[in-house]
């Protein structure tokens, strides 16, 4: 395998691109090492064929659609290939599960607005929402000290 390392006085963060013509299990380990040995908890995500190392302080949405669990940031939506509950652990407290399908970062919570039948409507600052089920309203506001 191949690896070249550049150093720029331009780069803020460190980052990975793995270029590969498929996916072996050399390639796994090391997408595994990135993320569960790095110095914070990353995860990869997929957009078409590039992978992404993501921080957790990049996402603002955790969402499952259709039995994928999607990675949303500020900008573009990721796919990841573990479960939900398996993000959730590695992103830490500053996300809160607010639906069977969906979780927030609430770093990046913007305002909350009732919707329908104790349903609430969470509008995050990349402009993206997602509701709150009854069931996670309490949490939501012992967070917002309501």
Known sequence: MKVD???????????????TSEITKEITEITHIITEYGEQNL?????????????????????????KVFL????????????MKDVLVSLGSDFMQVSKSGAINLKYLESVEPYFNGVMK???KNG??????RKYVPELKKYLGL
């Open 5 to 19: 390392i550049k150093v720029s006085e331009n780069i803020k963060e460190p980052y990975a691109e793995i270029y």
């Open 43 to 67: 995860l990869i995500g997929k957009k078409e064929e590039r992978m992404v190392v993501l921080k957790p302080e990049e996402i603002y949405i955790v969402r499952v659609e259709q039995e």
């Open 72 to 83: 949303v940031t500020e900008n573009e939506t990721y796919r990841t290939t573990k479960r």
């Open 122 to 124: 969470l509008n995050m």
């Open 128 to 133: 993206d929402s997602e509701y709150i089920s």
